[in-house]
Structure formats: structure tokens, C-alpha cells
């Protein structure tokens, strides 16, 4: 029999049970949902609401059934519906009416608000451990790159010299905030649902407080309604999440194009690349393409959530049993993309004579030659139009403006002098680029310090066993 089917006279049709039922999925809550119920009932013990005896009784019982779980001795049963009444039913089954306790002063909805924001709460310092875990590779590959000169480019095009070292800071800083969300994801929602009830808390002199404290929990939440009514903690997650995964598959994109042969860039390494079925010369970047491709997976998992709670009155409705399974999802497909990813970027070798080659074209050095003559007294404009000139004879005539006379240049302006080679050289360029968040090795160094110093400040210290 159902724990809730005392006003009912007839069993759940068979399709509506499979239907309702949660525990194909919401099961992966069982540890928090035993942490959950053992801090209830150690309150219950504790203000006197249970004995202390059946209170001890039923943490004892919980304990063991964790324990039985995780030894893959339990089998979850489709008549329980979930996770929670699975286990109750299971402590009840073992240990008699002790267990019928434990239920006293809670309901289901608060009972799944607190075990999904313990689940949520335990991931993101596993997610953030695993962004700084990467940050650390475009460190190592930053300082292993500092005078490293390709192309940076707009709308795909080549723009102005940058270094691989300034890109990978690029990324970094994205990664940054990254966490930074995350934590103020998890700083909003460490709040304990617990003692809300099913909308209206209890009768029971419940301390929440005191569950709160239990779990870990900076403080319980301030209104019962909302406790039990509100995901935006879980939605708030998934946008973290997804903005991520937009960083990692941006970064994807540029990978799969720098090792392809029109680029060259970049070489994978064997161990994270595949090969083809029919063409024996390939070597597919298939790791990118799959982080880029799951991005979309993850925007999918957060759109889930946003538009099945976009119209739900208060407070519990059985919709929001959809909540977990975007967040699972998200979960394990950030966590399996971030490493990989990581591991990827890791081992890759960086070709930089092909991204010299490609920096010497495309007159990526035209906006040096502009500044060159607004430092001697021209107006920037009117310096604009006049290498656009040159850069626009440089093509007709197959030049480049390193490869023009001093007299071309000085029958444009009298302004040019000899010195304009050196002006144009395409590591003075990046080197004279010494503006805070710049591409001078210089500025790109005191970039890898503070990243360096942000993953100091965020890593956990490891204590010696």
C-alpha cells in the first residue's frame, strides 16, 4: 500500500503509477535524501517531538540502508514512486513503527527541496574545481607563449597581432567569472528548506534552525511558500552552466579551425583525436566538436526548466518533478566536457612559425602605420585614409607595406621616414602594445599572475595525510 493512500479506495491505475513514478531518476538523491532525514529526525529527538530512543532508531536504520545501498544490496521498487518513499518504506520494513516517525512535522515538498539543493550545493565545487583545473592549462600554455605572434581577427578576418599567450588569457578571464558565478550561484542558495512542510510548516515546534545547521546550511529560508515553490536556485545553475559551455564551445570552434589544414595553428595530440572510416589522412578534432556540440544540450536542459516553471501557481505543482532531470543532465555533461576539454588543450602542440606566417599577411600591422604618423602630428583620420591608400596599392601591386620603398611611402607622406619599418615589425607591434589588458609580454605576464593568484585564492589547501 501507498504511504499516501488512506482516503483512497481504489490502486493507482498501472499506466498512471508508471507515469507518476520518479524513482528511474530521482534514486541518484538517496544519499542526500538519508543526510535529509537523519538531521529531521535528530531534531524531532531533540525538541521532543519523537523520543530520543525512536529518533536513534531511525538515524541508526537510515545509516545502515545508506550503507546497504551503496553495497548495492537495495532495489528500489516502482510502487514507491521515489526516492523518498522508497527509503521510508524501507526503514519502516526494518525497524517498525519507529519508522512511521520520521515523517512527522515534514512533507514531501520540503523533503525534495532540501535533498535537491544538497545535491546542487555538493556539484558546483566539483564544476569550479574542474574550471580551475583548466585554468591552469592556459596558464602553463600562456607562459609557454608569451612571444608567440598570430593573428587576431574580426568578423574572421585578420585584424591586429596578438600573441597565443594574450588568447589563452582571453579564455582565462571567461573561465574566471565562470567560477564567479557559480559561487554566487551557491552563496544564494545556501538557504535549508527543511520544516517548510508541504506550504505552511507545522504545528510541530519544528527548529529549523537547528536542521539547518545540521546540513550545513548558512541559514534556513524565510518563507515556507517560497521554500517549496521555487527552483530558480537549480535554473540559476543551469544558466551558469550554459555560459560556460558557450566559453568552452567558442574555444572549441577556434580549436577545430586553428588544426585544420587551412590554419594549421595547432596540432592535436593522437590520444584526443579520431580518424575516419574511409579517408586514412584524416585526424578530426571530434573532442571540440563534441563539447561544442553538447553546448547545445546544456541550453536545452536550462529552457527545460525555465518553461516548466514559467506558469505555476503556488506552491508545489507535480510539474516540478521535471526539475532534476535537466539538472542531472547538465550536470554529468559539464562535468564529462570540462576534463576532457582540458586534457585536449593540454596536449596540444603549437605551431608558431605557421601563426608568423599567417601574421605577416593581411596587413594586420595598417593601424601601426596609422599611429606612426598621428605620433609625428597627423590627424588620426586623416592617417587612416592614407594607409588605407598604401594597403589599397600594396594589393594592386602584390606588396605588402613591410616589402614598400621609403620613397612609395613618402610619395603618400613626407611625414614616413626609415624608421617605419621598424614601426611595422610585427613583434614591436605586439610589444608596444603595453595598454593595461594588452599583448605585450609584459601586460600578458601580470595577466597569468592574477589568474594564477585567482586559482591560489579558490583552490582548496590540500592537507597532508
Given at each position: 500500500?501507498?504511504?499516501w493512500a488512506?482516503?483512497?479506495?481504489?490502486?493507482?491505475?498501472t499506466?498512471?503509477n508508471?507515469?507518476?513514478?520518479?524513482?528511474?531518476?530521482?534514486?541518484?538523491?538517496?544519499?542526500?535524501?538519508?543526510?535529509?532525514?537523519?538531521?529531521?529526525?535528530?531534531?524531532?529527538?531533540?525538541?521532543g517531538?519523537?523520543?530520543?530512543?525512536d529518533?536513534?532508531?531511525i538515524?541508526?536504520?537510515?545509516?545502515a540502508?545508506?550503507?546497504?545501498?551503496?553495497?548495492?544490496?537495495?532495489?528500489?521498487?516502482?510502487?514507491?514512486?521515489?526516492?523518498?518513499?522508497?527509503?521510508e518504506?524501507i526503514?519502516?520494513?526494518?525497524i517498525?513503527d519507529?519508522?512511521?516517525?520520521?515523517?512527522?512535522?515534514?512533507?514531501?515538498?520540503d523533503?525534495v527541496a532540501?535533498?535537491?539543493?544538497?545535491?546542487?550545493?555538493?556539484?558546483?565545487?566539483?564544476?569550479?574545481?574542474?574550471?580551475?583545473?583548466l585554468?591552469k592549462?592556459?596558464?602553463?600554455?600562456?607562459?609557454?607563449?608569451?612571444?608567440?605572434?598570430?593573428?587576431?581577427?574580426?568578423?574572421?578576418?585578420?585584424?591586429q597581432?596578438?600573441?597565443?599567450?594574450?588568447?589563452?588569457?582571453?579564455?582565462?578571464n571567461?573561465?574566471?567569472?565562470?567560477?564567479?558565478?557559480?559561487e554566487?550561484?551557491?552563496?544564494r542558495?545556501?538557504?535549508?528548506?527543511?520544516?517548510?512542510?508541504?506550504?505552511?510548516?507545522?504545528?510541530?515546534?519544528v527548529?529549523?534552525?537547528?536542521t539547518?545547521q545540521?546540513?550545513?546550511?548558512?541559514?534556513?529560508?524565510?518563507?515556507?511558500?517560497?521554500?517549496?515553490?521555487?527552483?530558480?536556485?537549480a535554473i540559476?545553475?543551469?544558466s551558469?552552466?550554459?555560459l560556460l559551455?558557450m566559453?568552452?564551445?567558442?574555444?572549441?570552434?577556434?580549436?577545430?579551425?586553428?588544426?585544420?589544414?587551412?590554419?594549421?595553428?595547432?596540432?592535436?595530440?593522437?590520444a584526443?583525436s579520431?580518424?575516419?572510416?574511409?579517408?586514412?589522412?584524416?585526424?578530426?578534432p571530434?573532442?571540440?566538436?563534441?563539447?561544442?556540440?553538447k553546448?547545445?544540450?546544456?541550453?536545452?536542459?536550462?529552457?527545460?526548466?525555465?518553461?516548466?516553471?514559467k506558469?505555476l501557481?503556488?506552491?508545489?505543482n507535480?510539474d516540478?518533478?521535471?526539475?532534476?532531470?535537466?539538472?542531472f543532465?547538465?550536470?554529468?555533461?559539464?562535468?564529462m566536457?570540462v576534463?576532457?576539454?582540458?586534457a585536449?588543450?593540454?596536449?596540444?602542440?603549437?605551431?608558431?612559425?605557421?601563426?608568423?606566417?599567417?601574421?605577416?599577411?593581411?596587413f594586420?600591422?595598417?593601424?601601426?602605420?596609422?599611429?606612426?604618423?598621428?605620433?609625428?602630428?597627423?590627424?588620426?583620420?586623416?592617417?587612416?585614409?592614407?594607409?588605407?591608400?598604401?594597403v589599397?596599392?600594396?594589393?594592386?601591386?602584390?606588396?605588402?607595406?613591410?616589402?614598400?620603398?621609403?620613397r612609395d611611402?613618402?610619395?603618400?607622406?613626407?611625414?614616413f621616414?626609415?624608421?617605419?619599418?621598424?614601426?611595422?615589425?610585427?613583434?614591436?607591434?605586439?610589444?608596444?602594445?603595453?595598454?593595461?589588458?594588452?599583448p605585450?609580454?609584459?601586460?600578458?605576464?601580470?595577466?597569468?599572475?592574477?589568474?594564477?593568484?585567482?586559482?591560489?585564492?579558490?583552490t582548496?589547501?590540500q592537507?597532508?595525510?
Amino acid at each position: 500500500m501507498k504511504l499516501w493512500a488512506g482516503r483512497f479506495q481504489k490502486e493507482t491505475n498501472t499506466l498512471v503509477n508508471d507515469f507518476n513514478a520518479s524513482i528511474g531518476f530521482d534514486a541518484r538523491l538517496y544519499q542526500q535524501d538519508i543526510t535529509g532525514s537523519i538531521a529531521h529526525a535528530t531534531m524531532l529527538g531533540e525538541q521532543g517531538i519523537i523520543s530520543q530512543e525512536d529518533a536513534a532508531e531511525i538515524i541508526n536504520g537510515l545509516k545502515a540502508i545508506l550503507a546497504d545501498i551503496e553495497a548495492g544490496e537495495v532495489e528500489f521498487s516502482l510502487d514507491n514512486e521515489d526516492i523518498h518513499m522508497n527509503i521510508e518504506t524501507i526503514l519502516t520494513q526494518r525497524i517498525g513503527d519507529a519508522g512511521k516517525r520520521l515523517h512527522t512535522g515534514r512533507s514531501r515538498n520540503d523533503q525534495v527541496a532540501v535533498d535537491f539543493r544538497l545535491f546542487v550545493k555538493e556539484e558546483i565545487p566539483v564544476i569550479i574545481g574542474q574550471i580551475l583545473d583548466l585554468e591552469k592549462v592556459l596558464i602553463r600554455k600562456a607562459e609557454e607563449n608569451l612571444t608567440t605572434v598570430m593573428p587576431g581577427y574580426t568578423h574572421l578576418q585578420r585584424a591586429q597581432p596578438t600573441t597565443f599567450a594574450h588568447y589563452m588569457m582571453a579564455y582565462a578571464n571567461m573561465l574566471r567569472r565562470d567560477v564567479t558565478r557559480f559561487e554566487d550561484c551557491l552563496e544564494r542558495m545556501d538557504e535549508c528548506p527543511l520544516g517548510a512542510g508541504a506550504l505552511a510548516t507545522s504545528t510541530y515546534p519544528v527548529d529549523r534552525e537547528r536542521t539547518a545547521q545540521l546540513l550545513g546550511f548558512k541559514k534556513p529560508t524565510d518563507n515556507s511558500l517560497d521554500s517549496v515553490s521555487d527552483r530558480d536556485y537549480a535554473i540559476e545553475f543551469l544558466s551558469a552552466c550554459s555560459l560556460l559551455m558557450m566559453h568552452l564551445s567558442r574555444f572549441s570552434e577556434e580549436v577545430i579551425l586553428w588544426c585544420s589544414w587551412e590554419f594549421k595553428f595547432v596540432d592535436l595530440d593522437d590520444a584526443y583525436s579520431t580518424g575516419s572510416s574511409i579517408m586514412p589522412q584524416k585526424k578530426n578534432p571530434d573532442v571540440a566538436e563534441l563539447v561544442r556540440g553538447k553546448t547545445g544540450r546544456v541550453y536545452g536542459d536550462l529552457v527545460s526548466l525555465l518553461t516548466v516553471m514559467k506558469g505555476l501557481p503556488l506552491a508545489y505543482n507535480k510539474d516540478m518533478q521535471e526539475d532534476k532531470e535537466p539538472v542531472f543532465d547538465a550536470i554529468d555533461t559539464v562535468e564529462m566536457c570540462v576534463p576532457v576539454f582540458a586534457a585536449m588543450l593540454d596536449t596540444l602542440t603549437v605551431r608558431p612559425k605557421n601563426m608568423s606566417k599567417a601574421a605577416a599577411g593581411g596587413f594586420i600591422n595598417a593601424t601601426d602605420c596609422a599611429d606612426y604618423l598621428t605620433k609625428r602630428g597627423m590627424p588620426f583620420r586623416e592617417a587612416y585614409m592614407i594607409v588605407g591608400r598604401l594597403v589599397n596599392m600594396c594589393i594592386k601591386s602584390g606588396e605588402t607595406l613591410e616589402t614598400l620603398t621609403l620613397r612609395d611611402f613618402r610619395a603618400i607622406s613626407e611625414l614616413f621616414d626609415s624608421d617605419i619599418y621598424e614601426a611595422l615589425e610585427l613583434k614591436r607591434c605586439v610589444h608596444e602594445r603595453k595598454v593595461l589588458g594588452g599583448p605585450s609580454a609584459e601586460d600578458v605576464t601580470r595577466q597569468i599572475g592574477a589568474i594564477k593568484d585567482f586559482v591560489a585564492q579558490h583552490t582548496p589547501e590540500q592537507t597532508e595525510g
